[in-house]
């Protein structure tokens, strides 16, 4: 299960498992299997769509690849790079924390540090990608992005023995939300719903479906920094407003929480943006939601994808559950 080595065409991701969690499935009162996209090569989901959206630039003549990303986009941007031997520019926010900056400057991509949230770093990446030879690397809102996240569900059709009840999963910006639902039709499962997680200060989807158009958020204020688009894509909101997409929204430390439990209970450590969709289980929000009737009462084994994220580490989950106010 190795990483591919992509200079031929190969993929860069990994399949990734799909296992049952015994304490997830207790929580959530169903079935629960994990898509464990933490142990891809980068870490995250990412690398599926920015490592596809890569290759494909590199064949097109891309020279040197531009991404503005709070870090996970980064990493699989410099990551895919690496591998196509060219060179990588990350645009990071001033939020990013230096567990971050090293992982990406160890990759060997060139780091620059511009504005306090994304969505400013991305104006500057969006300058230096009008260089010759440069190709921007969006981290989220790209077609090519979305087809590659399409392959987690591929994944899924070849191994569950049959549709999930439901696919619960975190929308920062949105491109694996996007991904899924393109995944879903791709395999004929479009009829499954999708509970969509993020935390308080980066629910600019939930705004946006709220209002019936995108919403800018005045400021990201979640600790889950990889949730932080403050308007999320077009595409994410059309995704959402024409597949059954059930948007929750949870405090920053039912996130935390929930990082702290899923390590206890899986032994892997996830960052807060992954903890959102986990809170959704070890809460009780899917019981509330058949209750409610969104969901059905006697509900098929469900599917979560655990994004992962590799800004994360011990002592980070210790600032966290301080930042938050946890014991």
Not at 192 to 215: D, F, K, N, Q, Y
Request: proline share 4%; aromatic share 4%.
């Amino acid at each position: 299960m190795a990483a591919q080595p992509g200079g031929n065409g190969s993929r860069f991701h990994i399949v990734s498992p799909t296992l049952e969690s015994i304490a997830l499935s207790k929580a959530a009162g169903t079935k629960v299997y994990m898509k464990l996209e933490n142990v891809q090569p980068t870490g995250s989901f990412k690398i599926r769509g920015v490592g596809h959206l890569c290759q494909e630039a590199a064949k097109q003549g891309c020279r040197h690849f531009v991404c503005s990303s709070g870090g996970n986009a980064g990493l699989a941007t410099a990551y895919a790079a690496r591998k196509l031997g060219l060179p990588a520019t990350v645009v990071v926010p001033s939020s990013t924390g230096p567990l971050m900056l090293r992982k990406l400057r160890e990759l060997g991509a060139h780091v620059e540090i511009s504005g306090k949230v994304w969505d400013e770093a991305n104006e500057r990446a969006k300058e230096l990608a009008k260089a010759e030879g440069c190709v921007s690397i969006h981290p989220f809102d790209h077609p090519l992005i979305w087809q590659g996240h399409a392959s987690l569900v591929r994944e899924l059709r070849d191994t569950l023995e049959a549709k999930p009840g439901a696919v619960v999963l975190s929308v920062g910006g949105g491109g694996l939300l996007a991904g899924v639902v393109a995944g879903l039709r791709d395999v004929g499962w479009q009829d499954v719903p999708i509970v969509a997680a993020e935390t308080w200060g980066a629910h600019s989807l939930h705004a946006a479906l709220e209002a019936g158009h995108l919403v800018t958020l005045p400021d990201i204020t979640s600790v889950a920094k990889c949730l932080g688009a403050k308007t999320v894509s077009a595409r994410a909101l059309q995704c959402a407003q024409e597949q059954r997409v059930i948007s929750q929204v949870v405090e920053d430390a039912e996130a935390v929480r929930a990082m702290e439990q899923f390590l206890d209970d899986e032994r892997l450590l996830v960052e807060p943006a992954c903890g959102a969709a986990l809170a959704l289980l070890y809460a009780g929000r899917l019981q509330r939601l058949q209750r409610e009737g969104r969901l059905g009462a006697a509900l098929a084994p469900i599917v979560i994808v655990v994004c992962g994220g590799s800004a994360v580490d011990a002592a980070e989950l210790r600032a966290l559950k301080s930042q938050v106010g946890l014991p």
